[in-house]
Nanobody, 120 residues
Framework: QVQLVESGGGLVQPGGSLRLSCAVS????????MGWYRQAPGKQRELVAS???????SYADSVKGRFTISRDYAKNTSYLQMNSLKPEDAAVYYC??????????????WGQGTQVTVSS
């Protein structure tokens, strides 16, 4: 069993910053890709950023230059540093992890979601 626990969401003014964290625990042999998705009301869930096992990161065009994804391999944790936040960044943010367990099963796992509100 694998669990993802997110933290760090909240209310921030336009132009402000937030950092989201996602801690992965459980029967982990290897965490492959970690990522962050978001879903705003009435919209589909979209990929915001992802980071591979080698540290290679990719971003949605809408957040390039403002958001940074990173991971702490020792802590099995990913982070999403969000700067220069805009109202259109407001959404529920979901952490994702592609995990291979000790039983060599590879699956996608999701966090419970954390609300990010950008408003003055």
């Amino acid at each position: 069993q694998v669990q993802l626990v997110e933290s760090g969401g909240g209310l921030v003014q336009p132009g402000g910053s937030l950092r989201l964290s996602c801690a992965v625990s459980g029967s982990i042999f290897r965490i492959n890709v970690m990522g962050w998705y978001r879903q705003a009301p009435g919209k589909q869930r979209e990929l915001v950023a992802s980071i591979g096992g080698g540290g290679d990161a990719s971003y949605a065009d809408s957040v390039k230059g403002r958001f940074t994804i990173s991971r702490d391999y020792a802590k099995n944790t990913s982070y999403l540093q969000m700067n220069s936040l805009k109202p259109e960044d407001a959404a529920v943010y979901y952490c994702h992890a592609d995990v291979t367990t000790w039983t060599t099963v590879r699956n996608d796992y999701w966090g419970q979601g954390t609300q990010v509100t950008v408003s003055s």
